[in-house]
């Protein structure tokens, strides 16, 4: 592990899971080992007085209002120029605002570099009604709520994603989404995809959402630019079972970047422990080195 050379920088998206127990496991000792420029954090659960300090970092967090649920947070090497979530700065997506206090979105402009970084924990959904069947399902079925719910957030948060991906190019700075997503893209991002085009984060409409948000003048999903159409990398394994060890998974924590930002990815790595015993969250950090960028932006 350890930092980037001195003409690149890199950024970690990490699910935690946690990060309080997160910390219990060692999350402490993997910031330090790392060594990264940008960890953009999900899943923090925990009040914002028992965040804690990183050493080395400033922090930007969201812990949210939903009492042991959500919560993003940036960390980054120098304090960010301006920080903007959804309680100081309300979405514009009219169909967000029931999300606002949810601690799901954050947004910070570095001062080191011209990057909006921003960070996502999407909303876990669940099968649509007509498609659960009680004795079949690990939850209670629910009527198709929480599937409607994430139908909503997905369509209200492109068009929010989209003005800000343009107000960050417009103020001349490349603009990176990190975070978990709750959905797999495509067929290399689920061990057992044939299976997985039943299950909630790779239904066909999920994907088609993914497909949307998508392309080569909006972004680019900068994993699969750099790793190819290949199996894998995977960022998830249940706790259940032999997942892990086997390596059965999937990949849900994306990084999404501007056209020249993409271009300037050069390095993916998952940082998954050598063993079920080393894991820090159900999640691995999700690590790309790109290579610095020039004042600018690539232009909207």
Same mark, same amino acid.
């Given at each position: 592990?350890?930092?980037?050379?001195? %003409?690149?920088?890199?950024?970690?998206?990490?699910?935690?899971?946690?990060?309080?127990?997160?910390?219990?496991?060692?999350?402490?000792?993997?910031?330090?080992?790392?060594?990264? %420029? /940008? #960890?953009?954090?999900?899943?923090?659960?925990?009040?914002?007085?028992? @965040?804690?300090?990183?050493?080395?970092?400033?922090? +930007?967090?969201? #812990?949210?209002?939903?009492? *042991?649920?959500?919560?993003?947070?940036?960390?980054?090497?120098?304090?960010?120029?301006?920080?903007?979530?959804?309680?100081?700065?309300?979405?514009?997506?009219?169909?967000?605002?029931?999300?606002?206090?949810? *601690?799901?979105?954050?947004?910070?402009?570095?001062?080191?570099?011209?990057?909006?970084?921003?960070?996502?924990?999407?909303?876990?959904?669940?099968?649509?009604?007509?498609?659960? !069947?009680?004795?079949?399902?690990? %939850?209670?079925?629910?009527?198709?709520?929480?599937?409607?719910?994430?139908?909503?957030?997905?369509?209200?948060?492109?068009?929010? @994603?989209?003005?800000?991906?343009?107000?960050?190019?417009? +103020?001349? !700075?490349?603009? @990176? @989404?990190?975070?978990?997503?709750? /959905?797999?893209?495509?067929?290399?991002?689920?061990?057992?995809?044939?299976? +997985?085009?039943?299950?909630?984060?790779?239904?066909?409409?999920?994907?088609?959402?993914?497909?949307?948000?998508?392309? !080569?003048?909006?972004?680019?999903?900068?994993?699969?630019?750099?790793?190819?159409?290949?199996?894998?990398?995977?960022?998830?394994?249940?706790?259940?079972?032999?997942?892990?060890?086997?390596?059965?998974?999937?990949?849900?924590?994306?990084?999404?970047?501007?056209? %020249?930002?993409?271009?300037?990815? /050069?390095?993916?790595?998952?940082?998954?422990?050598?063993?079920?015993?080393?894991?820090?969250?159900?999640?691995?950090?999700?690590?790309?080195?790109?290579?610095?960028?020039? +004042?600018?932006?690539?232009?909207?």
């Amino acid at each position: 592990m350890g930092s980037a050379g001195i %003409d690149s920088f890199t950024v970690v998206s990490f699910n935690v899971n946690g990060i309080r127990a997160a910390r219990r496991r060692g999350f402490d000792r993997w910031l330090t080992e790392r060594s990264a %420029d /940008i #960890v953009a954090i999900q899943e923090l659960r925990c009040p914002a007085g028992e @965040l804690g300090d990183f050493p080395g970092y400033s922090v +930007a967090a969201d #812990v949210g209002s939903v009492a *042991g649920r959500n919560g993003v947070a940036v960390l980054t090497r120098l304090p960010p120029v301006a920080v903007r979530t959804w309680v100081t700065h309300p979405p514009r997506a009219r169909g967000l605002r029931e999300f606002a206090t949810h *601690g799901r979105y954050l947004e910070v402009d570095l001062a080191d570099r011209p990057v909006t970084v921003a960070c996502l924990y999407l909303p876990k959904g669940g099968l649509p009604a007509e498609r659960q !069947r009680r004795g079949t399902m690990r %939850d209670q079925p629910d009527g198709g709520a929480k599937y409607e719910r994430k139908q909503r957030f997905l369509t209200s948060f492109a068009r929010e @994603l989209n003005r800000n991906r343009v107000a960050a190019l417009r +103020a001349g !700075r490349e603009f @990176l @989404l990190a975070g978990d997503l709750n /959905i797999a893209h495509t067929q290399h991002d689920v061990t057992n995809w044939r299976a +997985a085009r039943t299950m909630d984060g790779f239904l066909p409409e999920d994907r088609d959402w993914f497909d949307a948000i998508l392309g !080569r003048r909006r972004l680019i999903d900068v994993v699969r630019r750099v790793h190819g159409d290949h199996a894998g990398p995977l960022t998830w394994w249940s706790w259940a079972g032999q997942s892990f060890t086997k390596d059965v998974g999937w990949r849900v924590d994306h990084q999404l970047a501007t056209p %020249d930002l993409a271009r300037r990815a /050069i390095e993916v790595v998952v940082d998954k422990e050598p063993s079920p015993a080393d894991r820090l969250s159900d999640h691995a950090p999700l690590v790309v080195t790109y290579r610095e960028c020039a +004042a600018g932006g690539s232009g909207p």
